[in-house]
């Protein structure tokens, strides 16, 4: 069966930045980040969810982080200059980032929104995060991703 290419794949290709490509079985239901680690084989540590918030200031922030954490919303606030931070709701994830619940992807977004990676990912060669559908990762070097969503690095989880 050949690769079906998500936007995101075709978005890294346009500019020439490489990647590799992961799939993983899966339903029509998102599954969490550390089963998708263990049903593709690779190290959680590397795997890295896309969490999209509200600040107090109404603007939208998206975090990056490692799967098997938990964002910490005061840290979070802190790394966006908010006063407070809190998740979207489900439903409003299509409508800002043209992504699913669990095929979110912190490349390809309907807007570029201001974005931070957790600072675990600085010390990995490469990093995945979701490739934009459920059952689709890609593999990339961290600079190149925090490059192309313009992001930064912050400490951002609870200890």
Do not use: W
């Not at 995101?8 to 799939?23: F, G």
């Not at 089963?35 to 999209?52: E, I, N, Y």
């Not at 109404?58 to 938990?70: L, S, T």
């Not at 606030?77 to 299509?94: D, F, Q, Y």
Request: glycine content about 8%.
């Amino acid at each position: 069966m050949a690769e079906q290419k998500t936007n995101v794949m075709r978005l890294l290709e346009q500019k020439k930045i490489p990647y590799t490509a992961h799939s993983y079985p899966h339903g029509d239901d998102a599954v969490d980040g550390v089963t998708v680690a263990r049903l593709t084989g690779l190290d959680a540590d590397k795997v890295f969810k896309t969490l999209v918030t509200r600040g107090a200031s109404k603007g939208i922030y998206v975090f990056v982080i490692p799967v098997a954490a938990e964002l910490d919303l005061k840290k979070a606030a802190r790394a966006a200059g908010e006063k407070s931070i809190a998740m979207i709701h489900v439903s409003e994830i299509n409508a800002l980032t043209g992504y699913i619940r669990g095929g979110c992807s912190p490349i390809g977004m309907k807007k570029l929104y201001k974005t931070f990676f957790h600072v675990s990912c600085e010390g990995l060669d490469t990093m995945v995060v979701s490739a934009g559908k459920i059952g689709a990762q890609v593999e990339l070097r961290p600079d190149a991703l925090i490059q192309l969503t313009r992001g930064r690095t912050a400490d951002l989880i609870t200890e």
